[in-house]
C-alpha cells in the first residue's frame, strides 16, 4: 500500500464489485442453462451454444443487470429481488434496448429487409420477506397515466416467488436454484440470532458441511461471505426505511386528520350546531358528511 493510499473499506470494495452471489452463482454456462430448464421445464444439457450477454455497464438507479444470455433463439433477461420490483418492467426495457442496441449496431435497421430478432423473456426471482403470490406478472403498462386496453408499448415481467414452499418444482429442476434458498434462508434464519457477519459465516460454513453448493461456496468462500454481509445489509438498510416511511405516512396521516377534526368543530361551534359534533365524535360515517358540507 503507498502512503497516500487510504485503506479499503468493506463495503467501498462492495460498490466497487460488480457481482452479487445470484450472478456469481449463475454466471456460469451450465447452471445458467440449469436454471433456463427450470424456467421453462425444458431439459437441454449441451450449455456449449448459451451465450452471456449480461450489460456491465446497464445501470438504471444504480443497480446493475443481473444475468442476460441467449439461448435457444430468445435472450433471456433475469433478475433476482429481495424487494417487489414494480419498476422492473421499466429497467428491463432500457436492458433490451441497450442489448439490441449492441446487438444489430453494425446491420442496417433501414433497409427493407426485415431484422429478425431472439425473443426476449424477462423473468424475476423474488425471495424478500414480504409475502407473494408464487407467481405474478408486471406489465410496463400498469405505470401508464392513462391506462388502455391495448397499449401500443407493452412489456410483461414473469415474477416467480423462490421462497420456502413456492415454485418447488422449478428448484427441483434447478438444484442450484433450491440450494441457493437453502443458504439465504440460513443466513436469515442465524442472522436472528447473532451479528451478521457470524451469521453469513456459519451459514457458508454449515452448507458446506452439508453438501449444499458445496463446490462453489468452496472455491468462492471469501467473495460470497463478503457480498452476503453487503447484501442483507443493504436489505435490512431498505427494510427500515421503508418501516419509517410508514410511520412516517401514519404520523402525517394522523396530523391532517387532527387538523380536519379540529376545523369541523370550529365551524359546528360557530354554527351552534354541538349536537352534530356529539354526534360525529360517535359516528365516524357521519363525522365523513360533515367534512363533505363544510368542505373540509
Known sequence: MKKDEKPVQEKDVQKKYKD???????????????????????????????????????????????????????????????????????????????????????????????????????????????????????????????????????????????????????????????????YIDKVRKYSEEMELKDAVIKAVEECIRENILRDFLMEQKSEVVKMSIYEFDEEREMAIIRADERELGREEGREEEQHRITVLYKCLLKDNRMEDWDKAIEDSTYCGKLYEEYSI
Open 20 to 182: 452479487t452471489v445470484f450472478r456469481m452463482l449463475f454466471g456460469k454456462e451450465e447452471r445458467a442453462l440449469s436454471l433456463y430448464n427450470g424456467v421453462n421445464g425444458t431439459d437441454y444439457k449441451d450449455a456449449s451454444s448459451l451465450k452471456f450477454n449480461t450489460l456491465e455497464n446497464a445501470v438504471f438507479m444504480n443497480v446493475k443487470n443481473d444475468l442476460s444470455f441467449v439461448f435457444a433463439s430468445s435472450v433471456n433477461l433475469y433478475e433476482h429481488q429481495s424487494t417487489v420490483p414494480v419498476n422492473m418492467p421499466l429497467r428491463d426495457l432500457f436492458y433490451i434496448a441497450d442489448v439490441w442496441q449492441k446487438e444489430f449496431m453494425d446491420k442496417s435497421i433501414y433497409s427493407n429487409k426485415r431484422t429478425v430478432m431472439p425473443n426476449p423473456n424477462f423473468v424475476v426471482f423474488y425471495n424478500g420477506v414480504r409475502v407473494l403470490p408464487e407467481q405474478m406478472e408486471m406489465k410496463l403498462s400498469d405505470s401508464y397515466l392513462i391506462q388502455t386496453d391495448e397499449p401500443s408499448l407493452e412489456l410483461k415481467v414473469k415474477v416467480l416467488n423462490i421462497n420456502s414452499g413456492m415454485n418447488e418444482e422449478l428448484k427441483e429442476m434447478c438444484p442450484e436454484l433450491k440450494q441457493y434458498m437453502q
